[in-house]
Every structure is written in C-alpha cells, then in structure tokens.
Nanobody, 123 residues
Framework: VQLQASGGGLVQAGGSLRLSCAAS????????LGWFRQAPGKEREFVAV????????NYADSVKGRFTISRDDAKNTVYLQMNSLKPEDTAIYYC?????????????????WGRGTLVTVSS
C-alpha cells in the first residue's frame, strides 16, 4: 500500500490544521493507521492511531484533547484534526499503516510509511 500525506502548512499558535493521508494500491480498511511526527534533531514519535474499523483510538499524552484521528474507509483516507496548535507541535508528520488491525504505537511495528508533510506552528 502506498501512503501520501497532505495538509501541512504554517499556522499561528492556537490555530488548526487537518492532515489527510490517502492510501492507494490496496484498500486500507483492514489496516491499523497511525500518525507520527519528527521534529528537527529528535526521534520520530507516536502521535495517534486508529484501529481497523475505527473502534479504537489512542493518542500521545502531548496531543490528547487537541488532536483527533479518524478514518474514511470508503475514501481510503485517514485524517488528523489538529486544534489548539502549539509551537512544540512543529514537525514533519508521517502517516503509517500496518496489517495488525489493533492499536500499535511504536514506529517499528508499522510496515508502510508515507512521505511526511511539514507542520510549522509560529508563536
């Protein structure tokens, strides 16, 4: 499966962005879908994940209450709605997929990765 993230950009602190990740090559409905991010000089970190069918989600503590992950399997797309953005949310955001189906949060557990989209939050 191929993944393509989009929706990044420059936003002021307190603003919102919605990232999208479109899957192609194979239907994504049976996959676990996740979002990760990597800031300059830091390791890639988990942001959010949604299970097969969308029944379960999980978030990093740093984004709980501000970010929402969702999926539209008819469109083979996963979304990340980001509200109340902070400068520390600045990073390249990556979407990932795996056949696991359940909640997984470590980058090493994901088989498929898309190219990232840059999110910059100004203070």
């Amino acid at each position: 499966v191929q993944l393509q993230a989009s929706g990044g950009g420059l936003v002021q602190a307190g603003g919102s962005l919605r990232l999208s990740c479109a899957a192609s090559g194979r239907t994504s409905s049976s996959y676990t879908l996740g979002w990760f991010r990597q800031a300059p000089g830091k390791e890639r970190e988990f942001v959010a994940v949604i299970s097969r069918g969308g029944s379960s989600t999980n978030y990093a503590d740093s984004v709980k209450g501000r970010f929402t992950i969702s999926r539209d399997d008819a469109k083979n797309t996963v979304y990340l709605q980001m509200n109340s953005l902070k400068p520390e949310d600045t990073a390249i955001y990556y979407c990932a997929a795996d056949v696991a189906g359940w909640i997984i949060t470590r980058p090493s557990e994901y088989k498929y990765w898309g190219r990232g989209t840059l999110v910059t939050v100004s203070s």
